[in-house]
């Protein structure tokens, strides 16, 4: 679904100045700028998806599969990791007619194992607006106060990358707080020039007190030539 993020010069050339502010609003005003450029991310992840045409691709944090379905247009293969077990149902209905993407029930992350998932604290009243913001991350603002709603199985990223005997072609994240943790063991590994580009969500503005590391993640990125990265999906 196409997203409304249209702004005038004037307002991006705004957010780019006071994304620099401290605290809270430096961190409103960074989301704003992302949002800002959402067309020409966009644009970028067309040519992405056109550029590996014919390799494998990989969706993390599927939810119900609206890029999951894109990805299968142009990939030979595409895994779709989704955690949240409510959602994965929803999510293999949606990708029933795809036979290139497998669903995988389980939360990506820097190491294989289990963990607790929390979902948003108004999920109860509207499933279907807030199946995006499960997450791992307990003290997540959108979800911080809430009891765990279940235990998934968690799968290393790198981990599964070298299970596979393939390159990939296109990367897309959008785990909710987990790709501090994900990105850094990646960037750590000996795996990354067998991955073509990567555009992941950052999550700064539910988790303030962690902006520190999303800087520095931001700074490794910068110094990655393969994969291309791209820290400003939506």
């Given at each position: 679904?196409?997203?409304?993020?249209?702004?005038s010069?004037?307002?991006?050339?705004?957010?780019?100045?006071?994304?620099?502010?401290?605290?809270?609003?430096?961190?409103?005003y960074?989301?704003?700028?992302?949002?800002?450029?959402?067309?020409?991310?966009?644009?970028?992840?067309?040519?992405?998806?056109?550029?590996?045409?014919?390799q494998?691709?990989?969706?993390?944090?599927?939810?119900?599969?609206?890029?999951?379905?894109?990805?299968?247009?142009?990939?030979?293969?595409?895994y779709?990791?989704?955690?949240?077990?409510?959602?994965?149902?929803?999510?293999?209905?949606?990708?029933?007619?795809?036979?290139?993407?497998?669903?995988?029930?389980?939360?990506?992350?820097?190491?294989?194992g289990?963990?607790?998932?929390?979902?948003?604290?108004?999920?109860?009243?509207?499933?279907?607006?807030?199946?995006?913001?499960?997450?791992?991350?307990?003290?997540?603002?959108?979800?911080?106060?809430t009891?765990?709603?279940?235990?998934?199985?968690?799968?290393?990223?790198?981990?599964?990358?070298?299970?596979?005997?393939?390159?990939?072609?296109?990367?897309?994240?959008?785990?909710?707080?987990?790709?501090?943790?994900?990105?850094?063991a990646?960037?750590?590994?000996?795996?990354?020039?067998?991955?073509?580009?990567?555009?992941?969500?950052?999550?700064?503005?539910?988790?303030?007190?962690?902006?520190?590391?999303?800087?520095?993640?931001?700074?490794?990125?910068?110094?990655?030539?393969?994969?291309?990265?791209n820290?400003?999906?939506?």
């Open positions: 679904m196409e997203k409304n993020y249209d702004v010069t004037f307002k991006k050339v705004k957010y780019n100045l006071l994304q620099f502010l401290p605290g809270r609003k430096g961190l409103y960074q989301r704003k700028v992302r949002r800002a450029n959402y067309h020409k991310t966009q644009a970028e992840f067309t040519a992405a998806l056109e550029a590996t045409r014919g494998v691709a990989i969706d993390l944090g599927a939810n119900v599969g609206e890029f999951s379905t894109r990805l299968a247009e142009t990939a030979s293969r595409v779709a990791f989704e955690p949240d077990p409510v959602t994965a149902d929803v999510l293999r209905k949606n990708v029933a007619g795809h036979a290139n993407i497998e669903v995988i029930e389980a939360a990506i992350s820097d190491q294989s289990t963990s607790q998932i929390f979902r948003a604290r108004d999920y109860s009243s509207n499933p279907e607006e807030w199946w995006q913001a499960s997450s791992l991350i307990a003290d997540s603002a959108l979800v911080a106060g009891e765990a709603a279940a235990t998934v199985k968690t799968v290393s990223f790198v981990d599964f990358i070298r299970s596979l005997d393939t390159d990939i072609g296109v990367v897309k994240m959008d785990i909710e707080g987990s790709e501090i943790e994900v990105l850094d990646l960037f750590d590994s000996d795996i990354l020039d067998r991955i073509g580009y990567v555009f992941c969500e950052t999550h700064e503005t539910e988790l303030p007190h962690l902006a520190g590391r999303y800087r520095d993640l931001r700074a490794r990125a910068k110094l990655i030539a393969r994969p291309v990265v820290l400003d999906w939506h």
